[in-house]
Structure formats: C-alpha cells, structure tokens
C-alpha cells in the first residue's frame, strides 16, 4: 500500500491468518456487512495505491499512522461522496486498525492516534420516496397465482407491514415467523433481534405462500426456478438474496406500470406512516432497529407537512 507522505514504505506481505482484513471481516455475523465492509477496505486500498485490481488483502493496515488517516480522510471527501458514505469507510479503517493492534502488528498508542478521526457532518434529507397504499395494490395485482406469484404477493406485504432491511427480509427463516402472534424475529445490524408485526392481510398472504413452499425448515423466501420449484440444498429452501429481493420489486412495480420502488422506500414509508398516525418516536425505532432515535426522527414526515401547509396560506 503507498501511503500518503511516506513514499518509501513498501507493502509488506501479511500471512492470511493474521491479515487485519480477513480476522476483521471474518469478526462480522452478517453476509451482507461482510460484503459491504470488503468493499469499503477494497476501494480504500485501490485509493491509496492507485491499482484499480487491489484489495484490501495482505496491505500492511498495521504501518498506518495518524498523518496517513488524517490523509485518507480528506482523499475520501474529496471523492464527492455523501457523508454517510464516507463515514462507513471510515469505520471499516478503524476497524481494520484496531484488529491489527489486536493482533499484536501495532501499539496501542499508534492505533488511538491513527484512529481518533472525527466524523464527516452533512445534514441531508433521508433518501427513498413515499409508496401510496395504490401502489403497492397494483404492485400485489401484478402478482400472479403461480408460485413466484404468490411469494412476491407475501414478501411485498412483508416489506410494507415491517419496514425491513432488505438483507433483513432476506434473513429470515420459516422458524422466525410466528402466526399466533402475527410476528417476525428479525436480525439486524450487529445481529441485533427484534420482534416486528404483520397486518391480518400481510399474514394472509404469507400463509398462501407457506401453503407452497411447505413447512420444512429452511429460509421463509426462495428463489424459484421458471418451472415453479424451490431451489433447495440439503433438502431445504436456500434464501431469496437480496439483491434477488431488489429484482423482485422491479419486475412487479413495471409489470403494475409503476416507477421503481426499493425496500429502503417501504422503510421509510413505514416509519412516516408509524409517526403520522401517531405512534411515538421510541416505538417507531424499536421497530425498525435504529441504534438512534435521531435516526428515526430524520423520517418525521410532520414537520414537512406543517411547513407545506404554512406556505398554502400565502396568496398572490
């Protein structure tokens, strides 16, 4: 790795088993965080060394003092990017840093100094758009009888009775879903559990789709072959990936004539629709897993209102 101002240190060539990179994403519970994080240290090697074919494997993280994160934070910025995703590779760095001291390859005051870097700040307004409750009625009767039909029927009502994450959705397994109490146990970022709710019509329609996919253990949404079968190993149904859940919501927002919607979509409209109807900010993060009320606050589609109304007052 060329690091900034420090032209004559070469990359050393770390052993695997003690690479920062891989006991760091080897460290996260989730597919989807290992995924995104091998990104972010992916491009942050490929930013330092200017080798469009680098990964974050086997550069020496350990050699990285404060002067040199100081550096990639401004290179980071200087990329354009939005804050947050700025700061998600500022995470994988001191992530990456602090395995490293863990492992012995760096002190612990190198590693406090390195990563003591202050957070891009950026007031932005939340991403996604509204999905009316008309939407997602020709969104469901683009929906067919067949088996790919019915399942896109239930994990489209899931998204709008939950809010979930789409790697959330994809998570889930027949064995989280409870009937009785109309409930999903849902893991989330830093596999945090919590409970969330389905409406009677939502839970209708996942047990249409339970009446095809069975009740054999296994992931609660498949892939579906265009004969109509499950893909299965070991004689249970694998999981709907999430980039699989995406293309999902595409094909049936086109089929219903449609603009293209997103499972972020479905969750910002659920948390607008949860504060507009009154429910308080505490529950309203509960259910959908923020870390942060402020978080969910960002959603807060009243004031918006308030400030829409205050200008029809005016006249020309």
């Not at 965080?33 to 090697?45: F, I, K, N, V």
């Not at 069975?214 to 579906?224: D, K, M, Q, R, V």
């Not at 927002?253 to 659920?270: K, W, Y």
Request: proline letters at 6%; a positive charge; charged letters at 25%.
């Amino acid at each position: 790795m060329s690091l900034p101002a420090v032209p004559d240190v070469a990359a050393l060539p770390v052993e695997p088993a003690r690479d920062p990179y891989h006991v760091y994403l080897d460290s996260l519970t989730s597919p989807e965080s290992r995924r995104t994080m091998r990104g972010c240290l992916d491009r942050l090697a490929r930013l330092l060394t200017g080798d469009e074919s680098a990964t974050g494997a086997g550069q020496p993280w350990h050699l990285l003092r404060y002067e040199h994160t100081v550096r990639i934070r401004t290179m980071l910025t200087d990329q354009g990017w939005s804050a947050a995703y700025v700061n998600k590779h500022l995470v994988a760095l001191r992530r990456v840093l602090k395995e490293a001291w863990r492992l012995g390859q760096t002190s612990a005051e190198d590693f406090a100094r390195a990563s003591d870097l202050a957070p891009v700040r950026q007031s932005r307004l939340p991403t996604g758009h509204h999905v009316p409750p008309e939407v997602v009625g020709a969104a469901l009767s683009a929906c067919d009888d067949s088996p790919a039909g019915v399942r896109d029927a239930a994990l489209i009502a899931v998204l709008y009775s939950t809010g979930c994450r789409r790697a959330e959705l994809s998570g889930l397994a027949l064995a989280d879903y409870d009937p009785g109490a109309r409930s999903l146990r849902v893991r989330g970022k830093r596999d945090k559990e919590r409970l969330v709710y389905l409406t009677t019509e939502a839970i209708g329609l996942v047990e249409r789709w339970l009446a095809i996919r069975g009740t054999g253990p296994g992931a609660l949404f498949s892939p579906i072959s265009k004969y109509g079968t499950l893909r299965r190993r070991d004689g249970r149904p694998v999981r709907l990936t999430g980039q699989g859940i995406a293309d999902v919501l595409a094909r049936r927002f086109g089929e219903a004539g449609a603009s293209r919607r997103t499972a972020h979509d479905f969750r910002r409209t659920f948390i607008g629709e949860l504060l507009d109807a009154g429910v308080d900010l505490a529950t309203a993060q509960a259910l959908v897993g923020h870390s942060s009320p402020a978080t969910t606050a960002r959603y807060d589609r009243r004031p918006e209102k308030t400030r829409r109304d205050a200008v029809d007052r005016l006249r020309l």
